[in-house]
């Protein structure tokens, strides 16, 4: 089975900055989709960056672009979201989630499509 471990969760101050990592292990080695999803308290979780494995189909929603990065180390299977300019509506709980039937076919990352997911890691932005 799939294990997906997520670091890299803090307490910051507007405007700050941090990277997210996943850790992916027993993963078979094809293509598949890698997506960041958070969930704000009281809110539905969103999907916030994706990309396959081979780099493409990304996907970044319009509240991030331009502050996020998605990147993958392929060497090390790990999975990163770098995160800029962090705002108090950035505050959520940040999963990572693997969907190993497609290649990231979707317009946007659908909860339900990814069967492997993390345990979660906090990030709160503090004004």
């Known amino acids: 089975q799939v294990s997906l471990v997520e670091s890299g969760g803090d307490a910051v101050q507007v405007g700050g900055s941090l990277r997210l990592s996943c850790a992916v292990s027993?993963?078979?080695?094809?293509?598949?989709?890698m997506a960041w999803f958070r969930r704000a308290p009281g809110k539905e979780r969103e999907g916030v960056a994706r990309?396959?494995?081979?780099?493409?189909?990304?996907y970044y929603a319009d509240s991030v672009k331009g502050r996020f990065t998605i990147s993958r180390d392929n060497a090390e299977n790990v999975l990163y979201l770098q995160m800029n300019n962090l705002q108090p509506e950035d505050t959520a709980m940040y999963y990572c989630?693997?969907?190993?039937?497609?290649?990231?076919?979707?317009?946007?990352?659908?909860?339900?499509?990814?069967?492997?997911w993390g345990q979660g890691t906090q990030v709160t932005v503090s004004s």
């Open positions: 989630a693997v969907d190993l039937t497609a290649a990231c076919a979707t317009s946007t990352p659908i909860p339900a499509d990814y069967g492997n």
């Open positions: 990309l396959s494995t081979g780099g493409r189909n990304i």
């Open positions: 027993r993963a078979p080695w094809r293509v598949y989709c």
